[in-house]
C-alpha cells in the first residue's frame, strides 16, 4: 500500500505555468508505475499522463501531449507533473496514482487531489 499526498496546485491564467508534486510514502514506490489524472466539476475522471517505474516510458492524454510532462525522482519518492501552455478547460481536482498504466481503474492507490484553477 503507497499513500500519496499531491501538492502545488492553484489559480493561474492561461498561458502560465505550474508543477504539480506527488509523495509517495513506503518502500515500493521505487517500482511501481504512477500516473496523474484529474476530474472536471461534473465530468467523469480521465487519464492525463503515466510514467513507468523505472522512467524509460512515458505516455500522454492527446489533450496535454507537449504542455505537460511527467518526471519522477525514485530517491524522493515523488513525482512531478510540469504543467506549461495552461489553458481555462486544464481546471480540475488533479489526482496521482499508483501501481496502474492508462486506465484508471488499473490504479491501487490514490491521493486526495489537488485544485488547478485556470483563469484570466
Known amino acids: 500500500q503507497i499513500q500519496l499526498t499531491e501538492s502545488g496546485g492553484g489559480s493561474v491564467h492561461p498561458g502560465d505555468s505550474l508543477r504539480l508534486l506527488c509523495v509517495g510514502s513506503?518502500?515500493?514506490?521505487?517500482?511501481?508505475?504512477m500516473g496523474w489524472f484529474r476530474q472536471a466539476p461534473g465530468k467523469d475522471r480521465e487519464f492525463v499522463a503515466a510514467?513507468?517505474?523505472?522512467?524509460?516510458?512515458?505516455y500522454y492524454a492527446d489533450s496535454v501531449k507537449g504542455r505537460f510532462t511527467i518526471s519522477r525522482d525514485n530517491a524522493k519518492n515523488t513525482v512531478y507533473l510540469q504543467m506549461d501552455s495552461l489553458r481555462p478547460e486544464d481546471t480540475a481536482v488533479y489526482y496521482c496514482?499508483?501501481?496502474?498504466?492508462?486506465?484508471?481503474?488499473?490504479?491501487?492507490?490514490w491521493g486526495q487531489g489537488t485544485q488547478v484553477t485556470v483563469s484570466s
Open positions: 496514482a499508483a501501481g496502474g498504466w492508462i486506465a484508471a481503474a488499473s490504479y491501487s492507490n
Open positions: 510514467i513507468y517505474f523505472n522512467s524509460f516510458r512515458t
Open positions: 513506503g518502500p515500493t514506490f521505487s517500482r511501481t508505475n
